[in-house]
């Protein structure tokens, strides 16, 4: 009974292990494919998308009101996620008038089709930060390498007892 939960807790771990490493390859996707990963920083979303949570943005040609979308203004150190609340177009381009859900007041700046991201397809509260740890080097160290020493020695333990078993049923022939 007690070798079964270790199994399936061993299982579980290295699959959320897996689940994990693929998040975190996922932020660096080339922007070409129309996927991207994001982390969300700030509270300007919630309760909708609490900080600390991903999204997944998908690129598309245009976008409508109500649309939540992902974008980084030339200049900006970090991409923003908020809601369109409206759309013009100004000297031929479209440019999106953007609000948090938690904000009182739209952003002041409009944002242009072209500093758009992707609209968020869906999102996962929280991950971000678990996303934000690992990507430290006491993190990656912690959730990925560590788990992997204990898997590889794991490993080597069965190998050499397979050996040994192996050995002394030859010494007994």
């Known amino acids: 009974?007690?070798?079964?939960?270790?199994?399936?807790?061993?299982?579980?771990?290295?699959?959320?292990?897996?689940?994990?490493?693929?998040?975190?390859?996922?932020?660096?996707?080339?922007?070409?494919?129309?996927?991207?990963i994001k982390?969300?920083?700030?509270?300007?979303?919630?309760?909708?998308?609490?900080?600390?949570?991903?999204?997944?943005?998908?690129?598309?040609?245009?976008?409508?009101?109500?649309?939540?979308?992902?974008?980084?203004?030339?200049?900006?150190?970090?991409?923003?996620?908020?809601?369109?609340?409206?759309?013009?177009?100004?000297?031929?381009?479209?440019?999106?008038v953007v609000r948090g859900d938690a904000n009182d007041a739209d952003d002041a700046k409009k944002v242009k089709l072209s500093e758009v991201i992707g609209k968020v397809i869906f999102s996962l509260p929280y991950v971000g930060y678990i996303i934000d740890f690992i990507r430290q080097p006491i993190g990656f160290f912690l959730i990925i390498i560590l788990p992997l020493l204990s898997i590889m020695y794991d490993e080597i333990k069965k190998i050499i007892s397979t050996v040994k078993g192996k050995k002394i049923q030859q010494d007994e022939k």
């Open 1 to 36: 009974m007690m070798g079964n939960i270790f199994k399936v807790s061993y299982y579980l771990f290295f699959g959320i292990l897996i689940t994990l490493a693929l998040l975190l390859s996922g932020m660096f996707l080339p922007k070409n494919i129309g996927y991207q």
């Open 39 to 96: 982390i969300v920083q700030s509270g300007s979303m919630s309760p909708t998308i609490p900080t600390g949570s991903i999204v997944f943005v998908k690129s598309f040609e245009n976008y409508s009101k109500d649309d939540v979308i992902t974008f980084q203004r030339v200049g900006d150190q970090f991409p923003t996620t908020h809601r369109i609340v409206n759309d013009e177009v100004i000297s031929g381009s479209v440019e999106y």
